[in-house]
């Protein structure tokens, strides 16, 4: 392995240094959304049960101790269930507006790598050939293979590297990009759900106190 980093110049060690980038931010996305998933439909039934026994303060504690921004959603709709639809409404859109940036944090990085990661690639290919032509043009028609060998090599393991990390660092921005969608489907799925009940004929009466 690191005959091959030696053969293909800095570059090989810029896309090496991109793939580690590319890991640790797949994996620590992939450990927050796996922290951050939750059975929406059996939470939201829980909270609506609480609701229906005018019990605030509990369906607010199912909330808090629930990670995750679906729980959050509810939270703020709940903490108005007084107010008119148009309130809570405005409530949950304004956590929402919060949890999506904090659910797509560091996604361009790894969308950037995918990118990079090929370009730096070329940008090697191209360095190799440039040393091979030179090497040509010093030595003259007289080439043999060996003369050239160093220039091919780095052409090479560049286009092989920087294709190696760019391709599963797309497959995975892509994979992370479902997750969200699936958990903003899931928080919108659960607003609607609560602002539905809360503001309905079920909808919690005035005898507790407002938390």
Same mark, same amino acid.
């Given at each position: 392995?690191?005959? @091959?980093?030696?053969? %293909?110049?800095?570059?090989?060690?810029?896309?090496?240094?991109?793939?580690?980038?590319?890991? %640790?931010?797949?994996?620590?996305?992939?450990?927050?959304?796996?922290?951050?998933?939750?059975?929406t439909?059996?939470?939201v039934?829980?909270?609506?049960?609480?609701?229906?026994?005018?019990?605030?303060?509990?369906?607010?504690?199912?909330?808090e101790?629930?990670?995750?921004?679906?729980?959050?959603?509810?939270?703020?709709a709940?903490?108005?269930?007084?107010?008119?639809?148009?309130?809570?409404?405005?409530?949950?859109?304004e956590?929402?507006?919060?949890?999506?940036?904090? @659910?797509?944090?560091?996604?361009?990085?790894?969308?950037t790598?995918?990118?990079?990661?090929?370009?730096?690639?070329?940008?090697?290919?191209?360095?190799?050939?440039?040393?091979?032509f030179?090497?040509?043009?010093?030595?003259?028609?007289?080439?043999h293979?060996?003369?050239?060998a160093d220039?091919?090599?780095?052409?090479?393991?560049?286009?092989?590297?920087?294709?190696?990390?760019?391709?599963?660092?797309?497959?995975?921005?892509?994979?992370?990009?479902?997750?969200?969608?699936?958990?903003?489907?899931?928080?919108?799925?659960?607003?609607?759900e609560?602002?539905?009940?809360?503001t309905?004929?079920?909808?919690?009466?005035?005898?507790?106190?407002?938390?």
């Amino acid at each position: 392995m690191i005959f @091959l980093f030696a053969k %293909g110049g800095v570059l090989m060690w810029l896309i090496a240094l991109c793939s580690v980038v590319a890991a %640790g931010i797949f994996l620590e996305r992939l450990l927050h959304y796996h922290r951050n998933t939750i059975q929406t439909n059996e939470f939201v039934k829980g909270i609506i049960n609480a609701l229906r026994r005018n019990a605030l303060v509990e369906a607010l504690s199912i909330c808090e101790e629930t990670p995750g921004p679906v729980a959050s959603v509810v939270k703020a709709a709940i903490t108005r269930y007084d107010r008119s639809r148009e309130e809570i409404q405005d409530a949950i859109e304004e956590v929402g507006l919060l949890e999506v940036p904090r @659910l797509e944090k560091n996604l361009v990085g790894l969308a950037t790598v995918a990118h990079i990661a090929p370009l730096l690639g070329l940008l090697g290919t191209v360095i190799g050939f440039i040393s091979c032509f030179r090497t040509i043009a010093h030595i003259g028609s007289f080439v043999h293979v060996g003369d050239v060998a160093d220039g091919v090599w780095m052409a090479l393991l560049n286009t092989a590297g920087g294709l190696a990390v760019a391709i599963p660092a797309y497959v995975a921005y892509n994979y992370l990009v479902s997750r969200v969608d699936v958990l903003v489907l899931d928080m919108e799925r659960a607003a609607t759900e609560i602002v539905a009940f809360l503001t309905g004929s079920e909808r919690p009466g005035n005898g507790p106190t407002k938390p």
